[in-house]
């Protein structure tokens, strides 16, 4: 490390005519001076101008843009007409930009308000009949813009709440709840299209079936009364839906009415594409989110620069409460003394036998969560299989129903103890930095929570598809929507037990008896993890219960308002630091990853290859639901041979999604090298100003040496407005900015890799 | 803008809309929350800093001051507040603003003598600021210079012994929290 070389330079005590140099060097005035951000910004709208292709004339360019040293000389008189020139050129360019690069360019610049009103009315003197239509027309459109969003206000309905929260708890907490917001969006949109395309065409055109009794059980068991309404697959027809053909049929049998003209919606072919339609655009939507966050969140992943980065970017301006202000200077001053004490500790190297006993202790955990993991998962296993070959021995219904009931329970239980379980034994291990243990905890209940979802998919598609009569099936679809609707509510009533035990009763235990003043740690990871689940048997729901996105949206909804209570009531902030952004995008990749690829490989396993039932849903009668797209495409090439290309199309994309998982893989790159471009961009803008400096320092030793040239006999009269010093000094720092410019462009990039 | 609380003109609000990163509900509320803090008696615009760090979002702030100082445009730079400053501090701590112009005003709040660089004294008074006043918090002389040396050989690329705006920006740009948490939401 180049530890010694720079302590010249720092420990000097510099007279105040170089402190004076100093202040006027480019670099330092970036950030203060206007005609330092002026010129900064002439030089932007320059490149944007050039970008966008109106070229700019060689008048334009001011000859000190060109790197040559021919332009210099007489840096100091022509200080203030440099700025007015400059402060011309930037209205020039302006001028010549489009609007939008215009208005985007004026409110990036950090000047202010009176400042830029002054430029914008330059730039813009008069409206003139086309500049009144994009002047006028943004306001209107503005206008209407601000309309519809004032309707959408519903989703500002929470702006009061989310900021309550994190001006107590902070960005982290925040993202629990802006992460619930999210995926009501998602269900939202889903619930959208499945609704409008099948549940109101269902509902207008009822089927004939027949009515069971309302019991208060089915709320809970999702069976009886809604097996026979639109809220299960096995409701709907799979015949096509006609207008008036119903209505004349049932009433006149001997009318000739056959003439069945305007609408007709055929049912199956309508299921498919909307569950295929509303799972792509989520996908979209999903890896879309996913390789924004990852660009900007893991540029560089290298722990270079931590303690900076504490330093200057871990302050939360959100905060605002005083007792939370307090906390979080707690935080930042313990954090900062850890990776002090982390960075000395970091010269004394372990010895072998301290870590051998580390390794084994990490082996001995792993070994007790994954032994733990497995026993659950055969558990389940053989549990389902058991419930399955009991559940028909009573005669009585309603045991019956409540029988059905207990898987969910158990896994619900596995889900709410297990994790408390790994939390224990991560206590007795010792990582290298907490980030290390939060990634470890989310792996280790990300595992849980996947192969107890993949027992349960098992269960129901290899074991209950396949041989639906064990159970006494008529509609095997039905069932498997009936269990997807019970794990979902026990997961609710679970988490609902877990906030009212686990927060407030622990509070009140912690405080009343323990007599410990710290509430319990509002545990972010695992309430992300717990949505992420819920979200999934959401994802795998939808195909057999069209309307579970509702059901979904209405849990989520309670969830938000009983987690911010609770919260408010029971919780403090999380003490390790939490790097809301990058925790962000591991939550939005494991809902991509695992969560809706997991759902989604499901779901087209089981419309491409499973056999649906032969008497209820939209699909009897055929090989599988696949089918019925493939029927209509091949129909349609028959009747117009022109469009077969749409069946080429349908081949390749439709029947082979792999394809897509490509397309998502290649767009996931491009958006993370789009972030390490940015960072490029910015180091060559740190060299340019670097070369800023050095011109700067060059002129002001050569125009202080041109003063002392032909004054050698003026020395005598004293009246030397140059300090010999000063010339030292630049040229001292002059050979220390050449020297250390080769460094300048190394470091940066060795860090990088 | 006088005394009287009224109401914004609609060209202003669309003005303002165009120049900064504010949406129309925030000018609106930015209004209505200045307009309460202003003097009815007095015959100036300005609002004096002490009425500002009233604030709820600011009361208890560390860098409350330094915010006021950077967002004046009053001669005397006392702090003091117009509308336009009171907008230009909103914008810049808004969910919309850029990366470059939070760093920016990050940069000059932190630049706690006004010289334009980062250097030993304005470190330390920043790690006092985000350490907080009580005993057990703040970092005693040694640990202050070994953390201020390591912040130096970390972020200080060409060994100047400060930290230009360039080399700031640097290290903010690594570290994606920034934007998320320099925000000010009224």
Redesign the interface.
């Known amino acids: 490390m180049q530890e010694e070389r720079t302590e010249p330079l720092m420990d000097q005590q510099w007279s105040t005519a170089t402190l004076r140099v100093l202040s006027s060097m480019p670099s330092r005035t970036i950030g203060r001076s206007r005609g330092a951000i002026i010129s900064n910004y002439y030089n932007r709208t320059m490149q944007l101008r050039r970008r966008r292709q109106s070229r700019p004339s060689i008048r334009d360019f001011a000859p000190s843009s060109r790197p040559s040293i021919r332009g210099y000389g007489g840096v100091e008189t022509d200080a203030g007409v440099d700025d007015e020139r400059k402060w011309r050129q930037l209205v020039i360019n302006l001028q010549n930009l489009p609007v939008s690069d215009r208005v985007q360019m004026l409110r990036c610049m950090p000047l202010s308000v009176d400042e830029k009103r002054e430029i914008r009315y330059i730039t813009s003197p008069y409206l003139s009949p086309f500049c009144f239509f994009f002047f006028i027309l943004p306001n209107g459109y503005g206008g209407m813009v601000d309309y519809w969003l004032s309707l959408l206000s519903f989703l500002q309905l929470w702006q009061i709440a989310l900021k309550k929260v994190s001006g107590r708890f902070g960005t982290g907490v925040l993202s629990y709840f802006v992460f619930l917001k999210t995926l009501l969006l998602f269900n939202f949109f889903l619930s959208i299209v499945t609704g409008f395309f099948l549940v109101l065409p269902q509902a207008i055109y009822p089927a004939l079936s027949y009515a069971l009794k309302f019991q208060g059980l089915e709320l809970l068991t999702g069976g009886g009364y809604f097996t026979s309404t639109v809220m299960y697959y096995g409701y709907y027809t799979n015949s096509t839906l006609k207008k008036d053909c119903i209505w004349q049929q049932a009433i006149s049998q001997h009318s000739n009415q056959t003439a069945c003209h305007s609408l007709y919606y055929n049912m199956p072919l309508a299921y498919f594409f909307t569950i295929g339609f509303a799972f792509f655009i989520t996908g979209i939507i999903l890896v879309y989110t996913m390789s924004k966050s990852f660009g900007q969140s893991f540029r560089i992943d290298k722990s270079q620069g931590v303690l900076a980065m504490k330093v200057f970017a871990s302050w939360d301006f959100k905060v605002s409460k005083k007792s939370s202000i307090k906390m979080q200077c707690e935080n930042i001053s313990t954090q900062i003394k850890e990776l002090l004490s982390e960075l000395a500790l970091q010269q004394n190297t372990m010895g072998l036998l301290q870590k051998f006993g580390k390794s084994c202790v990490h082996l001995l955990a792993w070994t007790m969560c994954v032994g733990s993991t497995l026993a659950c998962v055969l558990a389940v296993f053989y549990f389902s299989d058991y419930i399955r070959a009991r559940v028909n021995d009573t005669a009585n219904p309603l045991v019956k129903e409540a029988g059905l009931l207990a898987l969910p329970v158990v896994v619900s239980t596995i889900n709410l103890l297990l994790p408390g379980f790994f939390n224990a034994v991560a206590w007795m291990e010792e990582y290298n930095s907490p980030s290390t243990s939060n990634y470890v905890s989310i792996f280790r209940n990300l595992m849980l929570k996947v192969s107890v979802l993949g027992v349960l998919c098992y269960h129901w598609l290899g074991r209950i598809a396949h041989d639906p009569t064990s159970l006494g099936l008529q509609c095997w679809e039905s069932f498997v929507g009936q269990e997807l609707y019970r794990f979902l509510l026990m997961d609710f009533i679970f988490t609902m037990l877990d906030t009212f035990f686990g927060e407030f009763l622990w509070r009140l235990f912690s405080q009343k008896a323990l007599k410990r003043k710290r509430k319990p740690v509002f545990d972010i990871a695992r309430h992300v993890l717990e949505l992420i689940y819920g979200q999934t048997l959401a994802w795998l729901g939808v195909l057999f219960i069209p309307v579970l996105p509702i059901v979904q949206i209405i849990k989520l909804l309670c969830m938000f308002y009983m987690k911010k209570a609770s919260l408010m009531m029971n919780c403090q902030a999380p003490r390790k630091p939490w790097r809301a952004c990058q925790m962000t995008t591991i939550f939005i990749t494991l809902l991509c990853f695992p969560s809706f690829l997991g759902a989604s490989v499901f779901v087209t396993y089981t419309m491409w290859t499973i056999k649906p039932s032969e008497s209820c849903g939209p699909f009897r009668g055929l090989n599988s639901m696949f089918q019925s797209g493939k029927r209509w495409v091949e129909e349609l090439e028959k009747g117009n041979p022109n469009l077969g290309w749409l069946v080429w199309a349908h081949t390749y994309l439709v029947e082979n999604p792999f394809f897509l998982f490509v397309g998502a893989v290649i767009y996931f790159h491009t958006q993370v090298l789009d972030g390490q471009r940015k960072i490029i961009s910015l180091l060559q803008e740190q060299i340019k100003n670097e070369g800023e400096d050095k011109k700067f320092l060059i002129t002001k030793l050569q125009f202080i040496h041109e003063q002392k040239r032909p004054l050698s006999s003026h020395r005598i009269r004293g009246a030397s407005e140059v300090k010999p010093e000063d010339s030292g000094t630049a040229s001292l720092l002059l050979k220390k900015m050449t020297s250390s410019l080769p460094s300048l462009i190394f470091t940066p990039w060795t860090s990088w890799h | 803008m006088g005394g009287a609380a009224s109401q914004l003109p609609k060209e202003m609000v ?8 504010l ?3 925030e000018i609106l509320l930015a209004h209505k929350r200045f307009s309460e803090l202003q003097d009815r008696d007095s015959l100036s615009s300005r609002v004096p800093m002490e009425k500002i760090l009233t604030m ?8 409350r001051r330094r915010i006021c100082h950077v967002f004046s ?1 009053s001669e005397p730079n006392d702090g003091s507040l117009t509308f ?2 009171f ?2 501090l909103l914008s ?2 808004s969910d919309s603003a ?1 990366l ?2 939070k760093s ?5 709040i ?2 706690f003598d ?4 980062l250097d030993a004294g304005d ?1 330390e008074k ?2 006092n600021c ?3 006043d ?1 005993d057990e ?3 005693n002389p040694e ?1 202050m210079r ?2 201020i040396k ?12 400060t930290v ?22 009224l």
Do not use: W
């Open positions: 669309s003005e303002y809309q165009e120049l900064t990163f949406t129309k509900q709820p979002e600011l009361k208890s702030n560390p860098f445009t336009e400053d907008l230009d810049a701590f850029t470059e112009i920016h005003y990050a940069f000059r932190f630049d006004d010289d334009g660089t470190l920043l790690v985000l350490t907080g009580t918090t703040r970092l640990e070994q953390l390591n912040i130096l050989e970390e972020s200080d690329i060409d060994k100047d012994g230009n705006l360039s080399e700031f920006q640097h290290v903010i740009s690594r570290s994606p929290d920034f934007v998320s948490s320099f925000k000010i939401v």
